[in-house]
């Protein structure tokens, strides 16, 4: 019996989700949604170790993915305009997180991992989605660069906010976190040197077990997954020029593949986590509320931002801010950290779960219909000069 239910989920996982793609739905949610209606009929998945395992593979390759996709030089080339956007969001999150420790009466590290949850951007469910919205390229690079510096910061916000309620610990895994981060090139020119030459086409392997391995560290230290893989997906791009095979593009496009492949389990697992007592009319409302002032807290500063330094309209701008309201990985994981450590009960913790699905198919719904009276070389993917300190032109 338990055979089938294996066939049946693989059957829900990789052709449901692809069914509903014409109807502008991410293959994410859909995932996420089945795992929903199968928490009420088959809890016993919610317990399944291969299900785990896979969610846990799913999780550690999508952030090894959106690591090794930084690229340093293009942030080190525009860091003025991405040290103002990161200055600007810095601001907005101390901001949410005195307004969330007034309004809910939470203590300050509950509340800035609330408003973590509310305003950091899902960068790889992010870049998985911009090749469906058509967009050009420099906007493109726009939303990618500032998602990952967005999320650069969140992830060591986080960090810091988990490992905060003693000082002794923070500093001991601080101290573990910088000695991952210093053994990181030490191991990869180890693997170049001296197991490669024999064993060729083995470096994706490698980098796979190095990111789960890290990623397990991160996790016991009370961070969970998503850090130890990001962290090793950057040290190898960092690496690219000295070892090429650990960041190339082929590489690239395999972590893309392979996590194309587990993902889906990680967004079931993630709904099998919810309980009926998170569907309330109240968590309904809460998640409204969250979109409504969520949209005007994410957007208009991006644009105040970009009408100051390029001279955007807001429509413009809008190409730039609107894909980068899905916040679906990080509102589930923090969602779910809360959860566990009693910060949030049911009814905040469900109306988290409808911001981050609503803010995650805002993009593709009005990406599917096309923003109106945009002009015309965006539409048409003309790239846009953007480059700092000059207004946007057609090139």
């Not at 999320?151 to 916000?157: D, S, W």
């Not at 053994?183 to 083995?202: E, I, N, Q």
């Not at 969970?224 to 997906?233: I, P």
Request: net charge positive.
């Amino acid at each position: 019996m338990q055979h089938y239910t294996y066939l049946l989920l693989l059957f829900a996982l990789f052709v449901v989700p692809r069914i509903l793609q014409r109807y502008r739905i991410p293959t994410a949610i859909t995932s996420f949604a089945l795992g929903a209606i199968s928490a009420l009929n088959f809890e016993f998945l919610a317990l399944d170790p291969t299900v785990k395992l896979f969610a846990t593979l799913g999780i550690v390759s999508l952030f090894l993915f959106a690591g090794l996709d930084v690229e340093f030089r293009e942030l080190r080339q525009h860091a003025g305009v991405l040290a103002q956007h990161l200055a600007i969001q810095v601001l907005t999150l101390a901001l949410v997180t005195a307004v969330l420790s007034a309004l809910v009466d939470m203590a300050i590290r509950p509340a800035i991992l609330l408003a973590l949850a509310l305003l950091t951007p899902s960068t790889g469910f992010i870049l998985d989605s911009l090749d469906s919205f058509g967009l050009p390229e420099r906007a493109r690079f726009w939303i990618k660069s500032n998602a990952i510096a967005t999320e650069l910061v969140a992830l060591g916000v986080l960090f810091v906010s988990l490992q905060s309620s003693s000082a002794r610990g923070l500093v001991n895994s601080s101290l573990i976190l910088l000695a991952m981060i210093a053994l990181l090139p030490l191991v990869f020119r180890g693997f170049a040197a001296l197991v490669l030459p024999h064993a060729p086409k083995s470096e994706f392997a490698f980098l796979m077990m190095v990111a789960v391995a890290c990623a397990v560290v991160t996790y016991e230290l009370g961070v969970y997954y998503l850090v130890g893989a990001f962290v090793v997906g950057m040290a190898a791009q960092r690496l690219r020029a000295q070892l090429p095979a650990l960041a190339s593009d082929k590489m690239i496009s395999s972590v893309e593949s392979f996590s194309s492949l587990f993902v889906p389990f990680y967004f079931f697992y993630a709904g099998l986590s919810l309980r009926p007592e998170d569907f309330t009319l109240g968590a309904l409302g809460i998640g409204l509320l969250f979109v409504a002032v969520g949209l005007l807290v994410r957007i208009v500063p991006i644009w105040l931002h970009r009408r100051v330094v390029f001279g955007e309209s807001f429509r413009r701008s809008l190409l730039i801010g609107m894909p980068m309201l899905p916040t679906l990985v990080f509102t589930l994981v923090i969602a779910e950290i809360m959860r566990e450590r009693s910060f949030i009960g049911p009814t905040l913790f469900g109306g988290l779960i409808v911001y981050t699905v609503l803010n995650s198919l805002i993009p593709a719904i009005v990406f599917g219909k096309r923003l109106p009276d945009i002009e015309d070389e965006l539409l048409h993917g003309r790239a846009v000069d953007v480059s700092p300190g000059r207004g946007p032109s057609a090139n």
